[in-house]
């Protein structure tokens, strides 16, 4: 059966339609390219979450209690997007993406990789 489903590309969509929301995950040894990726889906007319990366030069340091408070704001950002872009340049994803990961799955959240290695 033909029609729009819930799973439509940000082309596939009207003007009415509320844009695409992707979360971007991956590694914060990657926060470079976490951001170019945010940037080119935002210039596409895609709504971005993305991850707090941390520390960064001049921060205090960040309590492990604060680490996880921002790990569980992460899974609601992905609760809230219609998919999930993995940034994981030689195909590297460290214990929080497959977390993350996993929890997209498990919420039926498309999940796609920049390096599908």
């Given at each position: ?23 971007v ?9 976490m951001?170019?990726?945010?940037r ?11 991850p707090?990366?941390?520390p960064?030069?001049g921060?205090r ?11 569980a704001?992460h899974?609601?950002k ?16 460290g ?8 929890h ?7 999940v796609?990789?920049?390096d599908?290695?």
């Open positions: 059966m033909d029609g729009p489903g819930p799973a439509r590309h940000a082309e596939d969509r009207t003007v009415s339609d509320r844009p695409e929301i992707v979360c995950c991956g590694s914060t040894r990657f926060a470079e390219e951001d170019a990726a945010g080119e889906l935002a210039l596409a007319g895609i709504i971005v979450l993305a707090v990366v941390l960064r030069a921060d340091p960040v309590s492990e209690e604060r680490k996880r408070a921002l790990g704001l899974l609601r992905i609760d809230l997007a219609d998919r999930v872009l993995v940034v994981n340049p030689g195909g590297y994803v214990a929080s993406t497959r977390r993350e990961i996993a997209a799955r498990a919420t039926g959240k498309p796609t990789f920049t599908p290695a």
